[in-house]
């Protein structure tokens, strides 16, 4: 008895349920039908299908994108590594090429302009040198190499002002190089400020760069015997 009366009882819950369902569904009707009409969906399938296309020519486009850059990547890394090796090898001229090719991939890697600097300065084409130390400043100015190459090359060109301002910039981003300290109190001294070629020749030494050491003994004799 207790059973049947239960089973009553799920079969009116049941009813109610579906009878609520049917409510809701014929209500909602007309304003689906009306929805549906004005954004033009008069095909399901067609609808569905366009769906499906469109997104899988979206991915399909996605993964062409991923592996070209991949793929470029690749060839870059390739043609910089072939001239590091080229470079330690002092072979400039086949370095030069494969550097020439990384950058033609990749005209914004700062590494690939480094490299062929660093060519360059190695074949005394100091003007390219700098062109290309420069391009890697502007591309990463937070990079202390180009800054100190930069500097050493308008040393070595008698343009003392210019090699000072780098060296700034260098031992600001780098203030534990010795040799950058040792340049910079070189063209302080050409520039004829022995006062600051002596501070930054003191600082080198004491940074560990033994060359300073000997040059500091030089510059503390002129400064005692009154040179300018």
């Given at each position: 008895m207790s059973d049947q009366k239960n089973q009553g009882h799920r079969d009116y819950l049941a009813i109610v349920v579906f009878i609520t369902v049917l409510a809701v569904f014929i209500?909602?009707?007309?304003?689906?039908?009306?929805?549906?009409?004005?954004?033009?969906?008069?095909d399901p399938v067609t609808i569905v299908s366009r769906w499906l296309n469109t997104h899988k020519e979206k991915y399909l486009d996605k993964k062409k994108d991923v592996w070209a850059q991949r793929k470029k990547n690749t060839e870059l890394e390739k043609h910089f590594a072939t001239g590091r090796r080229l470079y330690k090898r002092k072979i400039y001229n086949r370095?030069?090429?494969?550097?020439?090719?990384?950058?033609?991939?990749?005209?914004?890697?700062f590494k690939a302009y480094f490299g062929r600097g660093r060519v360059y300065l190695k074949t005394g084409q100091y003007d390219e040198a700098i062109a290309d130390f420069k391009m890697v400043i502007k591309l990463k100015p937070d990079y202390s190499?180009?800054?100190?190459?930069?500097?050493?090359?308008?040393?070595?060109?008698?343009?003392?002002?210019?090699?000072?301002?780098?060296?700034?910039?260098?031992?600001e981003l780098e203030p534990n190089n010795g040799w950058a300290y040792y340049t910079r109190g070189r063209s302080h001294f050409k520039k004829g400020?022995?006062?600051?070629?002596?501070?930054?020749?003191?600082?080198?030494?004491?940074?560990?760069?033994?060359q300073a050491c000997t040059v500091q003994k030089k510059y503390e004799n002129e400064v005692r015997e009154g040179k300018p």
């Open positions: 209500v909602s009707a007309p304003y689906l039908v009306k929805t549906i009409q004005k954004q033009g969906f008069d370095a030069l090429q494969e550097f020439d090719k990384a950058i033609k991939i990749d005209p914004s890697s190499k180009p800054y100190h190459n930069v500097g050493w090359l308008y040393y070595q060109e008698g343009k003392y002002v210019e090699s000072v301002r780098y060296l700034n910039k260098a031992i400020d022995l006062q600051m070629a002596l501070r930054d020749t003191k600082k080198s030494c004491t940074l560990g760069y033994q």
